[in-house]
């Protein structure tokens, strides 16, 4: 007869492999033989979400310095630049919102600090598709409408061929992005090292119950 442990119960209740799911499941495993205690991953997510607060800031801190120049924006030849402005418009409102929730999840993270390890647990699991969307992802839009518009007015001040340059450019760099981005956070992290047996994170390993 299989006997179903604390540290069973609670890591069964992880589900995905985002880095949620990595961080807490970690946690729990390296206490697992002594008290269970997820602290450490959650001084963790404050760490990040402070940060994602912060770019959220000072993102929307640019957008509106951009908008405050609506005169030097519309007042040119440049026929696209109404669309920049339009763009700046929009991503100012996604920053204010995407540093806006990240402070509500700051204080969701620091308000369960000391609460019960499944309460944690499970309350994280419950809210992560939320706050990866409200914070995470929209700041990720954002960076895009703020992309655009600087592509769009750089014309302004530069001629076509360094426009295009700085186009070309900035779209490698974008792409470039999205790949580090996919390799270091979405992909599931496995590597063969000519061994039997691979080597991957713990969480790919994990038994269901």
């Known amino acids: 007869m299989t006997v179903v442990t604390r540290f069973d119960k609670l890591s069964n209740k992880i589900t995905g492999h985002s880095y949620f799911d990595i961080m807490l499941y970690n946690d729990i495993v390296t206490t697992k033989d002594t008290k269970i205690d997820v602290s450490t991953s959650l001084d963790s997510l404050i760490s990040i979400y402070d940060k994602l607060f912060s770019f959220g800031f000072s993102l929307s801190g640019y957008q509106f310095i951009g908008l405050v120049l609506e005169k030097t924006i519309v007042d040119n030849d440049n026929k696209y630049a109404p669309l920049a402005y339009f ?22 993270l620091t308000s369960i600090k000391n609460e019960e390890e499944e309460f944690i647990v499970h309350s994280i699991q419950k809210y992560k598709t939320i706050f990866k969307f409200c914070s995470e992802a929209l700041l990720y839009v954002d960076c895009i409408l703020f992309l655009i518009p600087i592509n769009i007015l750089i014309y302004n001040v530069l001629n076509d061929v360094y426009g295009l340059a700085f186009n070309i450019l900035s779209g490698v760099l974008f792409i470039l992005g999205l790949i580090f981005s996919y390799c270091v956070i979405v992909a599931k992290q496995e590597f063969d090292m000519d061994t039997d047996k691979p080597i991957k994170r713990r969480i790919y390993n994990k038994k269901k119950i």
Request: glycine share 10%; net charge negative.
């Open 87 to 108: 763009l700046l418009a929009i991503g100012f409102l996604i920053s204010l919102y995407g540093a806006m929730s990240s402070f509500f999840i700051l204080e969701f």
